[in-house]
């Protein structure tokens, strides 16, 4: 019964969409929540999904990042991006628990292990 019941659970999960990797390829950061477009790593179109980012903080990734997209209820079309990370633009911090916020042009506030602050910009 226990096996059954195991089979049933993996037939159903096995339709629904899991979380996916995927490349930023544009968007509208205009509106209230941005819209991003990206492909899949397998090449799927994404469009018009949504950037959810903490409250307080907000930024517009450049094209080309890595995204992590979630389709909520396991459906593409309700799929949220929850993590975006572009190597090339991204600040190393020196020591676990430093923190830093940066752009892509290389302007830099970095709260670093020894309680200073390092501002770096044009």
């Known amino acids: 019964?226990?096996?059954l019941i195991r089979?049933?659970?993996h037939r159903g999960l096995a339709?629904?969409?899991q979380g996916l990797r995927?490349?930023?390829r544009g968007g509208v950061t205009s509106t209230r929540v941005q819209r991003l477009n990206a492909e899949g790593l397998a090449?799927?179109?994404l469009q018009?999904?949504?950037l959810l980012q903490h409250f307080g903080f907000t930024s517009a990734p450049p094209d080309g990042a890595q995204l992590i997209v979630i389709p909520l209820g396991g459906r593409t079309s309700a799929a949220v991006v929850v993590a975006s990370e572009h190597g090339n633009y991204r600040f190393?911090?020196?020591a676990q628990?430093?923190?830093?916020?940066?752009?892509?042009w290389g302007d830099v506030i970095h709260l670093k292990q020894d309680r200073s602050i390092k501002v770096q910009a044009q």
Request: no cysteine; glycine share 14%; proline share 0%.
């Open 1 to 3: 019964m226990i096996d």
């Open 7 to 9: 089979r049933e659970i």
């Open 15 to 17: 339709g629904l969409r």
């Open 22 to 24: 995927a490349v930023l």
């Open 43 to 45: 090449g799927e179109q």
């Open 48 to 50: 018009d999904v949504e």
């Open 92 to 94: 190393m911090v020196g």
């Open 97 to 104: 628990g430093e923190a830093a916020l940066y752009n892509q």
